[in-house]
Nanobody, 124 residues
Framework: QVQLVESGGGLVQAGGSLRLSCAASGRTFSSYSMGWFRQAPGKEREFVGGIISGSGYIYYSDSVKGRFTISRDNAKKTVYLQMNSLKPEDTAVYYC?????????????????WGQGTQVTVSS
């Protein structure tokens, strides 16, 4: 069982940066692959990026590639989402999620555990 708590959201101007954190409970955090998703008002939740357990391979959606960076600190049981060059269209509730094992996937149903989300608002 893994519990996830996101933090770090807020209001930022376009072009600014934010770093989101996702703190996990449980003793086997390092064995979980982690993902970040977001849901904008009136839209479906979408995949942002993920980091695979073991290899640490990181992958991103095209919409954030080059602007967002995912990292993890297994000792702190935390995964991060560094967001730079933010745009108004990045406004959304951001969620972290965990899944057992490795392999990369953007499919929400393959993630077993979800945080409650943190709001990111980018003003123009």
């Amino acid at each position: 069982q893994v519990q996830l708590v996101e933090s770090g959201g807020g209001l930022v101007q376009a072009g600014g940066s934010l770093r989101l954190s996702c703190a996990a409970s449980g003793r086997t955090f390092s064995s979980y692959s982690m993902g970040w998703f977001r849901q904008a008002p009136g839209k479906e939740r979408e995949f942002v990026g993920g980091i695979i357990s073991g290899s640490g391979y990181i992958y991103y959606s095209d919409s954030v590639k080059g602007r967002f960076t995912i990292s993890r600190d297994n000792a702190k049981k935390t995964v991060y989402l560094q967001m730079n060059s933010l745009k108004p269209e990045d406004t959304a509730v951001y969620y972290c999620a965990a899944r057992s094992g490795n392999g990369h996937t953007s499919v929400q149903a393959e993630y077993n555990y979800w945080g409650q989300g943190t709001q990111v608002t980018v003003s123009s």
